[in-house]
């Protein structure tokens, strides 16, 4: 069965950086692309950015290229992204999926706040 | 940049009834659109892909149709548990969501 679980949320100033982590297991995680979406409060779901299943490649939403990177290590299962310059409107729960959209995390909650 | 539009933003029906939603691409797409169910603190869940295919597992009430610019979302006997908010998404190399529509008990 298929198991993505996000990780490394939470309260962070406005001007910093976090990195955070999406876990697979339950299927050959070197095989697919991922992506990650997020969803501020209340509102719907936008689309960040897709990586390939060997990491070679990746296409950013204009909104958030030059300040999101996103990234994979195929040995720890682990998709990444790493958000640069953290603004109010970055709070949202941020949800990584696979390729297809056909499973998804819980999401992990980030929160930028003074 | 191909955006998305839903139609409408909010719908309130009751427990049987026919549902149809649409969504609206600005410039062809062909197939590559999908269709998710998401209820209030859970991720989205696939429905339909290319357009009018029913994902594994999701009940054949559900059914998509269209191509090209105007594609539809039918449900075609609500049930209690399909109250949620549904988001059509473009699927090539930038995949942007509609803005959703929220189907609510009348």
């Known amino acids: 069965q298929v198991h993505l679980v996000e990780s490394g949320g939470g309260v962070v100033q406005p001007g910093r950086s976090l990195t955070i982590s999406c876990a697979g297991s339950?299927?050959?995680?070197?095989?697919?692309?991922m992506h990650w979406v997020r969803q501020a409060p209340g509102k719907g779901l936008e689309w960040l950015a897709i990586?390939?299943?060997?990491?070679?490649?990746?296409y950013y939403a204009d909104s958030v290229r030059g300040r999101f990177t996103i990234s994979r290590d195929n040995s720890k299962n682990t998709l990444y992204l790493q958000v640069n310059s953290l603004r109010h409107e970055d709070t949202a729960v941020y949800y990584c999926?696979?390729?297809?959209?056909?499973?998804w995390g819980q999401g992990t909650l980030v929160t930028v706040s003074s | 940049d191909i955006q998305l539009t839903q139609s409408p933003s909010f719908l309130s029906a009751s427990v049987g009834d026919r549902v149809t939603i649409t969504c609206r691409a600005s410039q062809g797409i062909r197939n590559h659109l999908a269709w998710y169910q998401q209820k209030p603190g859970k991720a989205p869940k696939l429905l339909i892909y290319?357009?009018?295919a029913l994902q594994n597992g999701v009940p054949s009430r559900f059914s998509g149709s269209g191509s090209g610019t105007e594609f539809t979302l039918t449900i075609s006997s609500l049930q209690p548990e399909d109250f949620a908010t549904y988001y059509c998404q473009r699927l090539n190399t930038l995949f942007t969501f509609g803005p959703g529509t929220k189907v609510d008990i009348k």
């Open positions: 999926a696979k390729m297809a959209f056909d499973d």
């Open positions: 290319a357009a009018s």
């Open positions: 339950g299927f050959r995680f070197s095989d697919y692309g």
């Open positions: 990586i390939s299943d060997d990491g070679g490649s990746n």
